[in-house]
């Protein structure tokens, strides 16, 4: 049973030292969530991170994926004031339990930083063009007619968005940049998603008519996958970096990314004072 889980993993997460302070404190943020409905941010600046540091986030090789060093600029009552609290432990390989002055928050890592990964890239083409990372051996793949046709037409467009795809031959393409904020994941797969998504719409306006459909494309093969097992360290991190993040609450498909159980539904749901 789902509560009988959590009990027993904020249990196992209380016997074990609380993690380290981490980077920055984040900028102020209002959570407004029940656990039966939506939260909401307010509009604020997006975090100053730049688009080279994400690129660990799309790796596979079980390397850190946040830099979560200890800073000591951060004090005990910045500490107190985070929205979305103290990370204590790691559900199931796809929630992140954290504590805070309301009681028990749950996210969904996955879902909070497709969000997070979608923010910064839409961030970077507003600015210019997503910036690219050459690789040293083109990627190769067999390809079909509509996906040959689709990488001639919208090569343009494909390196607004940081993609360099070319024929080799009638039946192979072959990737020769990928993003840098997604370096380290399979470029092949992501060239085959943003290929079809481009094939859905005219060359003249792909850019503006497809935009939250790439990006949201692009952020979901960047976020971390579902049972990465994550130190204290980079569930703090990840909470620090949706304070900051425009529209946390929700991922790119309208999925919420985490829930508040305050501590009177966690002592109803055991009884607590009855």
């Known amino acids: 049973e789902v509560h009988q889980a959590v009990k027993r993993a904020v249990e196992t997460a209380l016997a074990v030292p609380q993690a380290g302070d981490v980077i920055g404190a984040a900028a102020p943020l209002t959570p407004a969530l029940s656990p039966a409905g939506r939260g909401s ?15 660990t986030l799309y790796a596979r090789e079980e390397a850190p994926l946040w ?5 000591a600029s ?4 910045s500490r107190d004031d985070w929205p979305l609290g103290r990370a204590i432990a790691q559900l199931a390989g796809i929630y992140v339990l954290a504590e805070n002055a309301q009681g028990l928050v749950i996210v969904d890592m996955h879902a909070a930083h497709e969000r997070i990964v979608y923010e910064r890239l839409k961030a970077s ?23 040959i046709a689709t990488a001639e037409a919208q090569a ?3 390196r607004t968005l940081g993609l360099d795809i070319s024929a080799l ?5 072959a990737v020769r940049s990928r993003p840098a904020a997604l370096a380290g994941g399979d470029v092949v797969e992501l060239a085959r998603s943003v290929l079809a998504e481009l094939a859905q719409y005219d060359a003249s306006s792909v850019i503006e008519r497809a935009q939250h459909e790439i990006l949201s494309t692009m952020a979901c093969h960047g976020a971390v996958r579902a049972n990465r097992q994550l130190a204290l360290d980079e569930m703090n991190a990840l909470l620090r970096d949706m304070e900051r993040t425009e529209r946390a609450d929700q991922c790119n498909h309208g999925r919420p990314t985490w829930r508040q159980i305050s501590v009177r539904e966690l002592d109803a749901l055991f009884w607590r004072g009855r």
Request: net charge negative.
């Open 41 to 55: 941010y307010a509009e604020r600046a997006q975090g100053s991170l730049g688009l080279q540091q994400m690129a």
């Open 67 to 71: 830099d979560a060093r200890p800073v």
């Open 74 to 77: 951060v004090d005990q009552s």
């Open 125 to 147: 083409l507003v600015a210019a063009t997503i910036e690219a990372q050459p690789l040293l051996i083109p990627a190769t793949f067999s390809a079909t007619p509509q996906e």
């Open 156 to 158: 343009a467009n494909l």
């Open 169 to 173: 031959s009638a039946r192979v393409l």
